[in-house]
């Protein structure tokens, strides 16, 4: 295989604690490229969140850098990055309204004012979820909270990004939903021709398998190719069979 220009690639990022002096993710180089799913699991607080929003930019970070292509992302482009590396939060945050609100409330940013929602394209998400339209409909304050998962990840989907920072996604599904959201996920994966990439944090090492093609995993805020990694037999993708 052709090594190609990264999508994103950390160098030597770092996150600090600054007010309790705790270095929460140590320096720390990742690179993922188009085709890449890559699964991380590690203990509770050993920084895999920290890790997801380091990398989408949410919190600034206290050294190193990202490129995004090649190129160091300037401050005035993060919007237009967050666009494109999405941030599915471990805890989705709804606004007060339906779940039809709910995703049609990005198309309201200015970053998404050059697109419309589509109600046939999130009714057909939903259904993939195992919902029926009727879900649009319902109320954000009375979902589950594995139904608000669901709303997080089509909100996202709906807006195509090239890549998925999955922070336990289908920790609140039951193993059905939860599989019905892994094939959401891999649609998503496959109409991206090989140029869409994620980053999936799971606690489920059965899950962690499926759905990573390069297992790494995290300890006291250190990145590292999981202990298993070259024990377990890596099933050999469509890609690289031919
Ligand atoms: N903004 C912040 N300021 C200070 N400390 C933080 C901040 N964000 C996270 N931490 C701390 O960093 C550590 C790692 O947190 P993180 O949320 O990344 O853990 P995690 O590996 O995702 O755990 P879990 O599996 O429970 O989700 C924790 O000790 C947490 O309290
Ligand atoms: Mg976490």
Redesign the pocket.
Known sequence: MMTATPIVQAERIVRR?TRHGKT?LQPTDFALAGGDRVAIT?P???????LLRALALL?PLDDGRLRWHGRAVRRAAIPRYRREIAYIR?RPALIDGTVEDNLRYPFSLRVYRDLQFNRAAVEMLAAHAGRDAGFLERHASELSGGEAQIVALIRVLQLAPQVLLLD?PTASLDPESALASEALITAWFDDGAAARAWVWVS?DAAQAARVGKRQLT?RAGVLSAAASESLTAVPISKESAQ
């Open positions: 604690d929460l590690g509770s607080g050993s920084g895999k969140s920290v919190d471990q336990e606690h995290m």
